[in-house]
């Protein structure tokens, strides 16, 4: 019987399994880099044991100091979560021969599953439809486009698409470098690029007397980056092609038994229009995506994981499955910056609705499944996933429009998020109609579903509301006449002045206090019906309109129904000492700078990549912003370096 479980991972799931955990009366072991010290698994376990470091190689990647940890803190089972070894066969044989007990599929099937070249030889074998490798030393013009994809892992990393064979040694040097890094084996292979397709998955559980389950698909087509974004049950397109869900279970069970799998796991599929499919990888843990299953079921998948290790059999068949349910992951990152990665402090936290966390509803309702909470950091070392958030529904526009409302009323306040581009796809007629593939962002153009849900007008009118909540936080700090309105004078005199960066803008509010009331400048008509530091109601063409302003150091974020609006207050008398010269490349954020492209004195031309950062276990490429000469190099291969810092200076030639 499981008494103790270590969960060798950190973050939302080493929470989620934590909690099915102490439902059960099973103590819990929490493992912790320096960056997550202050982490909320490591306040929720039963106990913790530092890890020492801080990049996942030091740390959740040691299987010697994990196992080490289950042993001093008296654990007698490790669930692995997923990402780091969650896939590692030598890691599974390490706990399983270190007198534990491993809450996961056998080490054979996790080394069968976990090459995904020798996975798809395997597959082919059990009579599951695949794509072809492709050898990259005899890749031809008629193979491209083609995909070169990490051997090991998942989660879109070591992934590159090459569209020209001019680009195919690059990209297998990057996506060699990035899959190193995240899963510590740098194999690569190549295969044919659908450019758009479904990706349909099927969530497998199998026992250890014989027994396996599909428990349903999921449809995850909407990526970025290859890794999923939106994932949903039941899919749009299985619900729509006859006699699709019986194939697609008839082949995931297949592969299941092909591999004597026990535990749970999920095989995916790329799938056309038509129903046809073929085997992408099984990946031999939980999914990220497993919540929405969950859902729909009534199952808790980690208790059966705990059930399954501990040699519970399980019953003939599934819960038949009801309703439909919709999950966002919510990142901190820029869409609009070609997905840049965001750190720093998350000043606030706060999904409305919430009917359940990390756990199913008792009803329709939303499920946050979170890794932080407000005043957590978000570290440069980890992926950038700050929640997952899901609707169950009867239906599935009612999952999406629910969804799309909690989101929208969220308050998250300190870092960029992809929160605004999740809602203006749940709204998209095309999601709507089901209408999803691969190829969304692309269809549809990410520049406008990037774009912030708060319009050019609805962001005018919240600079005003941040203007006069500053106006009297200074009037509620006075130690003089505080009650006077700020500006205010007997004759007329020259209008306040604030001024604020809206993204690459500096935009200006004009505000006088006068006998009638305050009149902004550019905005007749607009009457101020209360201005606190915290809230502002203002009336806008008859409309009554709330903002909730909340200040930190260097920010100021206002939230309304009409969108959340991020500033930044423009000082009155800049340090001369924070100006940087024309053409400097700032990093965007703490990294690591991996290969340098150019020398001090070389050409460029606009767009022509001169470093690489790593940061947050994905490499981002640093482009020369015009054409000229690269007058500075601040930076070598292997330096760490600060948001902000500047790498390098290109002068535009004359």
Request: charged letters at 20%; glycine letters at 10%.
């Amino acid at each position: 019987m499981i008494t103790n479980v270590l969960v060798a991972n950190r973050g939302e799931i080493a929470r989620r399994v934590f909690r099915t955990c102490a439902d059960a009366g099973i103590g819990t072991v929490a493992v912790y880099s320096d960056a997550d010290a202050g982490a909320p698994h490591v306040a929720e376990a039963d106990a913790a044991v530092r890890l020492p470091g801080n990049a996942p190689a030091e740390t959740y990647l040691r299987a010697d100091a994990l196992i080490g940890a289950a042993k001093r803190a008296g654990a007698d089972a490790v669930h692995p979560g997923y990402g780091f070894l969650s896939e590692n066969a030598a890691f599974a044989r390490a706990v399983t021969e270190a007198g534990l007990t491993w809450i996961g599929p056998p080490a054979e099937a996790i080394a069968a599953m976990g090459s995904k070249i020798e996975s798809k030889r395997l597959m082919a074998d059990a009579g599951v439809p695949v794509l072809s490798e492709l050898d990259p030393d005899a890749v031809t013009e008629a193979d491209l486009p083609l995909l070169v994809k990490a051997s090991a892992g998942g989660g879109g990393r070591g992934m590159r698409v090459v569209r020209a064979l001019a680009e195919l040694a690059g990209a297998l040097e990057a996506a060699r470098s990035e899959a190193g890094s995240a899963f510590g084996d740098p194999t690569v292979f190549c295969e044919p690029y659908l450019a758009t397709g479904r990706h349909i998955e099927v969530q497998i559980l199998a026992d250890a007397h014989g027994t396996v389950w599909a428990v349903g698909e999921r449809e995850c087509s909407i990526q970025r980056r290859h890794q999923k974004v939106v994932e949903e049950t039941p899919s749009p397109l299985v619900q729509r092609v006859s006699g699709m869900r019986e194939r697609l279970f008839d082949a995931a069970r297949a592969a299941a038994r092909a591999i004597g799998y026990v535990g749970a796991g999920t095989v995916e599929f790329l799938a056309d229009e038509s129903g046809r499919f073929f085997f992408l990888e099984m990946n031999t843990r939980l999914q990220v995506e497993h919540p929405v299953t969950e859902c729909v079921t009534g199952l808790d998948l980690v208790a059966l994981q705990l059930a399954v290790a501990g040699g519970a059999a399980l019953p003939a068949e599934p819960p038949a499955p009801s309703g439909h349910a919709i999950e966002v992951r919510l990142y901190a990152e820029d869409p609009a910056a070609d997905w840049r990665p965001q750190s720093g402090p998350l000043h606030r936290f706060e999904v409305p609705g919430v009917t359940a966390e990390l756990r199913n509803p008792a009803g329709p309702g939303i499920r946050l499944d979170s890794g932080v909470r407000t005043g957590s950091v978000v570290s440069v070392h980890y992926d950038p996933m700050l929640a997952k958030v899901i609707a169950w529904a009867p239906s599935r526009d009612a999952a999406a429009r629910a969804l799309a409302g909690a989101l929208t009323r969220s308050r998250i306040h300190g870092l960029a998020t992809n929160r605004d581009l999740l809602v203006r796809v749940l709204r998209h007629p095309a999601f709507l109609a089901g209408d999803t593939d691969t190829a969304f962002f692309d269809r549809h153009g990410l520049a406008g579903l990037a774009e912030p849900l708060a319009d050019k007008e609805s962001t005018a009118v919240s600079v005003v509301a941040a203007a006069l909540a500053d106006a009297a936080a200074n009037r509620a700090a006075a130690t003089v006449l505080g009650r006077i309105p700020s500006g205010w004078r007997n004759v007329g005199a020259a209008p306040q002045v604030k001024r604020y960066r809206c993204g690459p803008d500096e935009v200006e509010v004009r505000y006088r206090h006068t006998r009638s009331g305050v009149t902004v400048a550019g905005h007749e008509g607009l009457r101020v019906l209360e201005a606190t530091p915290e809230r502002v109601v203002l009336l806008l063409g008859g409309v009554r309109r709330t903002f909730d302003v909340a200040r930190y150091p260097g920010q100021v974020w206002v939230d309304s129904p009409l969108g959340s609006v991020p500033l930044s207050p423009v000082d009155r008398f800049p340090d001369p000492a924070s100006q940087v010269a024309a053409g400097s490349l700032l990093a965007p954020m703490p990294g690591t700078v991996v290969r340098v492209a150019v020398s001090l004195g070389d050409k460029v031309t606009e767009g022509q990549p001169l470093l690489w950062l790593e940061a947050m276990k994905m490499e981002h490429r640093i482009a020369a912003p015009s054409d000229g000469v690269v007058a500075e190099l601040a930076v070598a291969a292997g330096d760490q370096v600060e948001v902000g810092r500047v790498l390098a200076v290109v002068e535009e030639l004359s």
